[in-house]
């Protein structure tokens, strides 16, 4: 009998952890009630937004007139990430998800990025796209997987929490578009060029030329090339405004 206890009680003790560790890993805090719609003026910081008072919620709060319907100007790679997330929609806090359209110009490309807090899945609305993704670094001597696929119009990808990934528009002569949604009300954005030569302050050519492999001079060229680029088309590069800018001066096209 103490071994079936024991045994019992080993077992329970095992789904527990398991539970809990599930809970730790998931990417937003499930919420505890109906909603909980951000108070984006609360002075009070949390992970996440505090909520607003339920009885001042309505409709709007889980609203927005965002026309992603309609087609949207890129930017100087040829993308356009318009993005719906918690600050676009209140109510999406505690929620985990949110959704963006991508526009791609012909030869144009969602650039090398992750989305540190979200898994994505991409669905081609128009077009051809081709993308892939690379897996983290692997025991010596495997090297880093990488996985790709050409996509037509209907057909799905998904792109596994965290890592690497790009969409890129094959067709010289046709735009393409996409929908993409993500499983974080904020699943943020790391593109990958930006974030290693486009730093601010910029991490050491030193560092870097080491790190790539490459002459410092090398570095000393892509930093503020990409540093002059990123300035003038913004984080955001995709916003009309400051995309003609970025066409005028950087010699970007359509």
Same mark, same amino acid.
């Given at each position: 009998?103490?071994?079936?206890?024991?045994?019992?009680?080993?077992?329970?003790?095992?789904?527990?952890?398991?539970?809990?560790?599930?809970?730790?890993?998931?990417?937003? !805090?499930?919420?505890?009630?109906?909603?909980?719609?951000?108070?984006?003026?609360?002075?009070?910081?949390?992970?996440?937004?505090?909520?607003?008072?339920?009885?001042?919620?309505?409709?709007?709060?889980?609203?927005?007139?965002?026309?992603?319907?309609? !087609?949207?100007?890129?930017?100087?790679?040829?993308?356009?990430?318009?993005?719906?997330?918690?600050?676009?929609?209140?109510?999406?806090?505690?929620?985990?998800?949110?959704?963006?359209?991508?526009?791609?110009?012909?030869?144009?490309?969602? !650039?090398?990025?992750?989305?540190?807090?979200?898994?994505?899945?991409?669905?081609?609305?128009?077009?051809?796209?081709?993308?892939?993704?690379?897996?983290?670094?692997?025991?010596?001597?495997?090297?880093?997987?990488?996985?790709?696929?050409?996509?037509?119009?209907?057909?799905?990808?998904?792109?596994?929490?965290?890592?690497?990934?790009?969409?890129?528009?094959?067709?010289?002569?046709?735009?393409?578009?996409?929908?993409?949604?993500?499983?974080?009300?904020?699943?943020?954005?790391?593109?990958?060029?930006?974030?290693?030569?486009?730093?601010?302050?910029?991490?050491?050519?030193?560092?870097?030329?080491?790190?790539?492999?490459?002459?410092?001079?090398?570095?000393?060229?892509?930093?503020?090339?990409?540093?002059?680029?990123?300035?003038?088309?913004?984080?955001?590069?995709?916003? !009309?405004?400051?995309?003609?800018?970025?066409?005028?001066?950087?010699?970007?096209?359509?």
């Amino acid at each position: 009998k103490d071994q079936m206890a024991s045994s019992s009680s080993f077992l329970l003790l095992a789904v527990l952890l398991a539970l809990v560790s599930w809970q730790a890993t998931a990417s937003d !805090p499930s919420p505890l009630q109906d909603f909980c719609v951000a108070d984006m003026n609360s002075p009070v910081r949390v992970n996440g937004f505090v909520c607003k008072n339920p009885m001042e919620v309505n409709a709007d709060d889980f609203f927005k007139a965002a026309a992603l319907d309609k !087609p949207r100007v890129t930017n100087k790679v040829g993308s356009n990430v318009t993005l719906i997330n918690v600050m676009q929609i209140a109510g999406l806090n505690t929620l985990g998800i949110s959704i963006a359209r991508i526009d791609y110009a012909p030869l144009g490309q969602n !650039p090398p990025h992750t989305h540190p807090r979200a898994t994505e899945i991409l669905t081609v609305l128009e077009g051809t796209l081709y993308v892939g993704f690379v897996t983290s670094n692997q025991p010596a001597p495997n090297r880093n997987k990488f996985l790709s696929k050409v996509l037509n119009k209907g057909d799905v990808f998904v792109f596994p929490v965290g890592l690497i990934h790009f969409q890129f528009n094959p067709n010289p002569h046709k735009p393409a578009v996409a929908i993409a949604a993500l499983s974080s009300q904020n699943p943020g954005a790391i593109t990958i060029a930006n974030a290693v030569f486009g730093s601010d302050p910029q991490i050491s050519d030193d560092v870097l030329a080491k790190a790539f492999q490459v002459e410092k001079n090398t570095i000393d060229w892509l930093q503020p090339a990409i540093a002059r680029g990123f300035a003038l088309c913004g984080a955001d590069g995709w916003l !009309p405004g400051r995309w003609r800018v970025c066409r005028s001066r950087a010699g970007g096209g359509d």
